[in-house]
C-alpha cells in the first residue's frame, strides 16, 4: 500500500475548514499541514484537523520535503506566485477558484507546470457533486434527446460584510460572479455540449449596504450542439428557504427539472412517468470526490478531471462575459 499524499494548505480560513472536513472521508489516504501568516492558527489548525506540522509562513511549507503537495487556499491575488513557487519546489498543487484573476495568469502557469511535471488541479468542487455527474449521464444517455434549452438558477440573498476580502475586486479577481459564480459557469459547460459562446447582462448595481459588489448577472450562451442557455445568478435576491431554487434542462423529447444545489433530479421523457433521482448527499458538494481525484493523480501520474486545461476552458468563457458586461453596462 502507498503511504499517505502529504498535502499543506496555505492559508487557514474559512474554505480550509471546509476542504479539511470533507478530507476525513479520505481517512489514511491524506495526511495535511498547515500555513498561516499568523502561527498559531496555523497551529490551531494542525491540533483540530490532527495535522503532522504547522508552518508560520507559506514558504516554509511549500520548501518541506515530506510535503507533496500543496493547496492554494488564500485570496486569488496571491495565486499565480504561491502556485509558481511550489511547482518550482517540484510540489504538486490544488488551486481554490477561481484560481488566477487573468488568461495571461493560468498560461503561465500551464508553462510551469510542464517545466515541473506535476499536478495542477483547479478546486472546482461542482465539477465532482452527484448533481453534475448525474445531469451528465443523463444527457449522455439520451434521456431528454437533443438538448434545446438550459436553464440554470442559482439565487440567493447572502451579502458579505464590510470587511470581507471579496469587497475588494483586487483581492478576489473580480465581482460577485467571478468570485463565485464561476462554479455554475463550469456545470453548465461540463454536461457534454461545449459553450461555445457567451454574453453578459449585468443589472444596475446597488450601493446600499457593506456589500459593494455587483452581486447580480445574466449570462446567455450558445452551446456547439445548436443548442442555447441561460444562467441567472444572484446574491442579492431572497429565494424559498434562503436558497432553493430550480433550473431546468429542456430537450426535444423530455426535461430534466432539478434542484440547483443537488437536492433532487425530475426526469421526464415523452411518453413515460417522471422519475425522481436523488443524487447523493452523502458528498454533495463533490470535495471527497475531488480530492480522491487528486491523490490518485498525484500517485499514478493520470491527469485528474479537473486540471488546469479545463479551468483554462472556463477563464476563455468568464473573459468573454466579463468584457461584454462592461460593454453593456458602459453604454447606458
Not at 16 to 27: E, I, P
Not at 40 to 49: I, L, T
Not at 109 to 120: D, L, M, S, T
Not at 133 to 146: F, K, M, P, W
Amino acid at each position: 500500500m502507498p503511504g499517505p499524499v502529504h498535502l499543506a494548505f496555505l492559508g487557514c480560513g474559512f474554505i480550509t475548514r471546509v476542504h479539511c472536513q470533507h478530507l476525513r472521508a479520505l481517512g489514511s489516504d491524506v495526511t495535511c499541514s498547515f500555513a498561516s501568516r499568523d502561527a498559531g492558527k496555523a497551529d490551531a489548525y494542525r491540533r483540530e484537523f490532527g495535522g503532522v506540522a504547522a508552518f508560520g509562513d507559506y514558504t516554509a511549507a511549500i520548501a518541506d520535503p515530506r510535503v507533496d503537495a500543496v493547496v492554494v487556499a488564500v485570496p486569488p491575488r496571491f495565486h499565480l506566485d504561491l502556485t509558481l513557487q511550489a511547482l518550482a519546489a517540484g510540489k504538486h498543487v490544488l488551486v481554490e477558484k477561481p484560481a488566477f484573476p487573468t488568461m495571461a495568469d493560468y498560461l503561465t502557469v500551464r508553462e510551469a507546470r510542464e517545466r515541473a511535471g506535476r499536478i495542477v488541479i483547479v478546486g472546482e468542487n461542482d465539477h465532482y457533486k452527484p448533481l453534475a455527474v448525474t445531469l451528465r449521464r443523463l444527457l449522455a444517455e439520451g434521456v431528454v434527446g437533443d438538448l434545446v434549452f438550459a436553464h440554470f438558477t442559482t439565487i440567493a440573498h447572502r451579502l458579505k460584510a464590510a470587511d470581507d476580502w471579496r469587497n475588494d475586486e483586487a483581492m478576489a479577481g473580480g465581482d460577485a460572479f467571478f468570485e463565485e459564480g464561476i462554479h455554475w459557469l463550469h456545470v453548465a459547460g461540463s454536461l457534454g455540449p461545449t459553450i461555445t459562446r457567451a454574453h453578459g447582462y449585468r443589472p444596475a448595481v446597488s450601493s446600499d449596504g457593506p456589500d459593494r459588489r455587483a452581486k447580480s448577472l445574466l449570462v446567455g450562451f450558445e452551446y456547439d450542439s445548436g443548442a442555447v442557455g441561460a444562467l441567472y445568478y444572484s446574491r442579492e435576491i431572497p429565494s424559498l428557504f434562503r436558497g432553493l431554487r430550480l433550473s431546468k434542462l429542456f430537450g426535444r423529447d423530455g426535461v430534466i427539472t432539478f434542484e440547483s444545489n443537488g437536492a433532487f433530479v425530475v426526469a421526464r421523457r415523452r411518453g413515460r412517468l417522471p422519475r425522481l433521482i436523488l443524487p447523493g448527499f452523502r458528498d454533495i458538494r463533490g470535495y471527497q470526490a475531488m480530492y480522491r481525484d487528486f491523490v490518485v493523480g498525484i500517485r499514478t501520474g493520470r491527469p485528474p478531471e479537473m486540471q488546469l486545461d479545463r479551468a483554462i476552458d472556463d477563464q476563455r468563457l468568464m473573459d468573454q462575459i466579463m468584457t461584454t458586461a462592461d460593454a453593456g453596462r458602459a453604454q447606458r
